[in-house]
């Protein structure tokens, strides 16, 4: 009987933040691949694009002209899957058949005036600016909304139909059931610990190191150990900060240096426009502001969907929608991998 | 204020067998798509490809060769997600990092011997020996599993990697996520109500009818009330059965016309071989097989990808992936237009 490698055997590793199970199967590395292949993501977009509902000075389709913005632009998206006001459904009686209000809003949040940038080609004090902005939005939400979502999806690949350089926002009046499991296992942890889960995490992290693609005194990258999509990362916040609003100037200036770090890797893996989705997570807003909120630590979580190459992905399908989450390469062979490219330069600029 | 009108307003509705909300955004379809487009799944392959490793008598590349089968053909995957025998990892006592053991076998069913057909072309009576196999495989593999998953990703979109029809079946010596969760929401409502959850459903469903796609007095298709995919459906056992292994043969022969009939249907819908994963839930098997199961009832869900044609499909990725899935269309029109669809004859033979 032989030793177990978590490289070479396959296990199971627990999401302590949702309580779900995770398929490793490292030993699946080894199969060639006959499947879909992506279109890489090309570089040759025009700056302005007049026909591109998102650019500065642009008309979009519902009559709307953009202004000849210089930095970053919000605006209502125009097809949002929440409106503010909505008659509300019947309380119904039966558990099989049960539903429920939904309001919020849905905005987009260009990031630069120009269509062919994105994060981790854009300037530190750039990116700085669209914090800065999410920071305004978040504040601006907060006081309706119990849950405000800001998000990117990034590539085609990705469900993202338009490639400048945005991310979204959904401000929606319940806690989403993501959140809502969420908080249930940080308050459990915290009830034995008296401390934020992930503050724990992010210290053990840190001394075990195998895991760490970035660190700097305000935030730590890491692969977290449960991860099921190949490349995800987990960034948290070491200062203590419950939701984005919380964040000081020189957090801010280093969330703008670890979110440039991060990304550029990120491009260096398979040499393409990396896609993910990304988004913050932190402590509810709303009518749940006043919660206790000792539990939560504000954490972003980037699932990217690419495995092999910048054509081959990793499909969530069959077993894993019916079953559980399953990934190949183990957290600490991804991490590897993020852990030693280069943050600082980009592969189109060498 | 204006009255609740379903096909209008969103809300959120709540799937009983998990506990999840689904957020319905009916108004959203009104907007364009100018996002990835999938390649239509295309009619022109051979009947047999001498490189293809699921075709009959083909020499596969770990040099195995397959027989010259004539129906259905049963292998171990070269690259099984799950092995039989591994190391187990040591038991960890730090709740951020959980591990467990994992075994199980991973195989491939092919359904035909003609890669150029799908279960919608095949015969009533070529679907039925690919349900009796299924039961076979079932049948040996449930001694020792704990769960045994069969399920078919059909189609690129759905990462599917060959063409060639066929399915696979995982089984393992853990009971996966969804089904943990599943178990324990329909204990809670057999609990109160004395009667399995989806019998209840499947019944009222009857009545209700807004949401019946195919119905026979053995097996009921709906779009399921709580329906994350666009063209989502549910296919519930009627006839009280647990597992796929307590199919009568009266049962399986109309499983084969229901699979038939509702297959037909979705290829009908956009005219193209429509892309999905499907697979069967039912009472857990190996050592759970003795636990009290009246709370289960056999069925089998599909999960297709497309929203708006061939090409254009829905993405769960940002908002879904960080909070909560979101649908566009509501399960009452995604039901109405696939009950009007032929569910008979298929459009290429028209
Ligand atoms: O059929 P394949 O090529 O083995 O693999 C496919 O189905 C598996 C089970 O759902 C997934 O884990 C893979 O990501 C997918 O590509
Ligand atoms: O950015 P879009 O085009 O509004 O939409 C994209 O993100 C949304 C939020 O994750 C998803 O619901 C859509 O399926 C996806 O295509």
Request: glycine share 4%.
């Amino acid at each position: 009987s032989k030793v177990f490698e978590p490289t070479d055997h396959q296990h199971r590793r627990l999401n302590p933040l949702n309580g779900q199970w995770v398929l490793v199967s490292p030993h699946r590395m080894k199969r060639p691949w006959s499947g879909q292949q992506e279109a890489a993501q090309k570089n040759d977009l025009p700056e302005f694009d007049p026909t591109n509902p998102l650019c500065p000075g642009v008309t979009r389709p519902n009559g709307a002209k953009n202004p000849d913005y210089k930095s970053t632009f919000v605006f209502t998206n125009d097809f949002p899957a929440l409106l503010e006001n909505v008659p509300e459904p019947p309380p119904g009686d039966d558990p099989l058949f049960q539903s429920a209000s939904a309001s919020g809003t849905c905005k987009v949040m260009c990031f630069h005036p120009k269509s062919n940038t994105t994060l981790p080609l854009m300037s530190i004090k750039e990116i700085r600016d669209v914090i800065n902005e999410w920071i305004k939005e978040f504040n601006q939400l907060k006081v309706k909304y119990t849950w405000v979502q800001i998000f990117e999806n990034k590539g085609a690949a990705m469900g993202c139909s338009n490639p400048h350089p945005h991310c979204q926002i959904w401000a929606c009046s319940f806690l989403p059931n993501e959140l809502a499991i969420k908080d249930i296992h940080l308050k459990k942890y915290y009830e034995t610990y008296r401390r934020p889960l992930l503050d724990d995490y992010a210290k053990k992290e840190v001394l075990k190191k195998e895991r760490v693609v970035v660190e700097n005194p305000d935030w730590l990258v890491v692969v977290p150990y449960w991860a099921s999509w190949p490349f995800e990362t987990l960034l948290i916040s070491r200062t203590g900060a419950k939701r984005i609003s919380d964040l000081k100037a020189s957090e801010i200036e280093n969330l703008a240096k670890t979110v440039k770090e991060l990304t550029t890797k990120y491009d260096n893996l398979f040499q393409c426009s990396f896609p993910y989705s990304m988004g913050f997570h932190g402590a509810p807003t709303g009518e749940m502001a006043g919660n206790v909120d000792s539990h939560w630590t504000l954490h972003a979580i980037y699932y990217p969907p690419l495995l092999r190459s910048a054509t081959v992905r990793k499909f969530m399908v069959g077993f894993e929608l019916l079953c559980q989450a399953q990934r190949d390469l183990t957290a600490e062979q991804a991490a590897a991998r993020l852990k030693e490219l280069d943050g600082n330069k980009h592969y189109l600029h060498s």
